[in-house]
């Protein structure tokens, strides 16, 4: 089983949280789809379209800045190229890009899910993170998406905002809950380095919330969501039954991904593991996409099995002690039980044939995570 990542680096404007490579300036948008296009066209014939694409997702950037023509396009030179067997096309959104007319064109291409980047619905949150539409661009385009064909969407919440109240996080749950979305990603807002809110952190004139404010953000969205039968399966995903992101899951469970487009990334394990992105540059991906791959690394078993945990400890199935031994050729050592007996004592772990993180394990999953990977002597 395979997927197919698009990366579309085109944005309106830079949102203050976010270090995803992207451009603002979008007279490049048809020379970006031809060089996608042929990056596609390069896979033809190669090992890596042997095996039957599962999954399309359309990140981003911005991808509903491109026109249907231009995803038409985009999905013909799929088509061509890979077999495809698809259970699953996403394609991410903003809400000031969405009319009744895009979702339906998306729609008859193809597209079954759509990922809606609402973030907030408080007009002040709103202009915290920059983001390029408001309150109502917002409650507009779940109004269409509640309404169209799409069986399933999916609508992004970030929580864990300086200076956001409980209050404000229930309303913003409340009034996502009124449009009853099937999948819900709901982030903790994370302070990157090289982003503007991380230079403002950095300069002490945002302070973000402590953790304990965070978790209890973090309770409320859970409490929330279970009451509509919207059931958390990794740690910043929920959905109702049937409705789980497959293409994210396959990543999780180490399944092979092509990566197309600026600072798109690629897994594929067969026989050995190697991962390899393409170089965040539009310029030098227009020149030539096939020649901008770069940080190739191979894998080794250790580093696949740390990745597994880290992986998997993080959604509600948890890890399979025995796949890491046929799998990964890893046993977890003395030190490493020991230490999850603890936490099963301490109600942070359940344990049987598999390791799952309990509601109170799942609030400091890095800190649990971190402490079973260092354990383990190589």
Wanted: charged residues 25%; proline residues 3%; negative net charge.
């Amino acid at each position: 089983m395979s997927g197919l990542y698009l990366h579309i680096p085109f944005c309106k404007q830079a949102c203050s949280y976010c270090d995803f490579y992207f451009v603002t300036r979008t007279e490049q948008k048809k020379n970006f789809v031809d060089a996608l296009i042929n990056e596609i066209k390069y896979y033809a014939g190669t090992p890596y379209a042997e095996e039957t694409v599962k999954t399309i997702y359309i990140g981003g950037g911005t991808p509903s800045l491109l026109s249907p023509k231009e995803l038409s396009a985009i999905f013909d030179a799929i088509n061509d190229t890979f077999q495809l067997e698809l259970q699953e096309v996403t394609l991410e959104m903003n809400p000031d890009d969405v009319t009744k007319e895009y979702l339906s064109s998306l729609h008859d291409l193809g597209v079954d899910r759509a990922s809606m980047g609402v973030q907030s619905f408080n007009p002040e949150l709103l202009s915290f993170m920059n983001r390029a539409h408001n309150r109502e661009e917002a409650l507009r385009c779940l109004e269409l998406l509640s309404q169209s064909g799409f069986q399933t969407f999916t609508v992004d919440l970030i929580y864990g905002n300086p200076g956001q109240s409980l209050e404000q996080l229930q309303d913003d749950v409340e009034t996502l809950l009124k449009f009853d979305p099937p999948h819900i990603s709901a982030y903790s807002l994370t302070v990157e380095p090289r982003t503007r809110l991380g230079k403002q952190v950095e300069l002490g004139r945002i302070e973000p919330p402590k953790d304990d404010e965070v978790a209890d953000h973090f309770d409320l969205i859970n409490q929330l969501f279970l009451e509509q039968g919207i059931h958390r399966y990794e740690v910043s995903n929920y959905s109702k039954s049937g409705h789980k992101a497959i293409h994210n899951s396959n990543y999780w469970q180490h399944e092979n991904y092509l990566g197309l487009g600026p600072g798109a990334h690629s897994f594929w394990w067969d026989g050995k593991a190697m991962r390899w992105s393409n170089k965040k540059d539009l310029r030098a991906y227009l020149d030539g996409s096939t020649k901008t791959m770069t940080d190739q690394e191979a894998l080794g078993n250790i580093e696949l099995a740390e990745e597994r945990i880290m992986m998997g400890l993080r959604t509600h199935k948890g890890i399979v002690i025995d796949e890491f031994e046929q799998r990964y050729d890893y046993q977890f050592q003395d030190d490493q039980l020991e230490y999850l007996n603890d936490k099963q004592k301490e109600e942070k772990v359940e344990m049987d044939s598999t390791v799952r993180l309990t509601n109170k394990g799942i609030k400091i999953a890095d800190a649990i995570i971190l402490d079973l990977i260092t354990l383990h002597k190589h």
